[in-house]
């Protein structure tokens, strides 16, 4: 997705540890924002405490795969799910886990637009 303009990408951070806030905020907004092409390109950062739920809740992580195979790219903290011991669960998922510290920060730099929840 690389020939999606800046201006027309989103980064969401969904740190929440709770599920209300998961299926109500966080994967609502960014599985619309894709299947209604409010954003061109979506991405949903699983960042600390967030990564029990998409571990271990079996909701959680259908709507995960659904969002994943609509386009919504998903990236997890490696430093929080190794600190919990869940970087291999979540790769299994399709995942992609990695330390993205780096990552926002550069996209926060280029410019795209950023929801926490």
Same mark, same amino acid.
């Given at each position: 997705?690389?020939?999606?303009?800046?201006?027309?990408?989103?980064?969401?951070?969904?740190?929440?540890?709770?599920?209300?806030?998961?299926?109500?905020?966080?994967?609502?907004?960014?599985?619309?924002?894709?299947?209604?092409? %409010?954003?061109? !390109?979506?991405?949903?950062?699983?960042? #600390?405490? &967030?990564?029990? +739920?998409? *571990?271990?809740?079996?909701?959680?992580?259908?709507?995960?795969?659904?969002?994943?195979?609509?386009?919504?790219?998903? %990236?997890?903290? !490696?430093?929080?799910?190794?600190?919990? #011991?869940? &970087?291999?669960? +979540?790769? *299994?998922?399709?995942?992609?886990?990695?330390?993205?510290?780096?990552?926002?920060?550069?996209?926060?730099?280029?410019? %795209?637009?950023?929801?926490?929840?």
């Amino acid at each position: 997705m690389a020939d999606v303009p800046v201006k027309d990408s989103l980064f969401v951070i969904w740190s929440s540890p709770d599920p209300e806030t998961a299926h109500k905020l966080a994967f609502m907004y960014a599985h619309s924002a894709l299947k209604k092409l %409010w954003w061109g !390109r979506v991405r949903l950062i699983i960042w #600390g405490p &967030s990564a029990r +739920l998409a *571990a271990n809740d079996e909701q959680i992580r259908q709507r995960l795969r659904e969002m994943m195979a609509d386009g919504v790219e998903v %990236w997890a903290c !490696r430093a929080c799910s190794d600190g919990y #011991g869940l &970087s291999e669960p +979540l790769e *299994a998922l399709g995942i992609d886990v990695f330390h993205v510290g780096q990552a926002v920060t550069d996209m926060l730099k280029e410019g %795209w637009t950023s929801l926490n929840f």
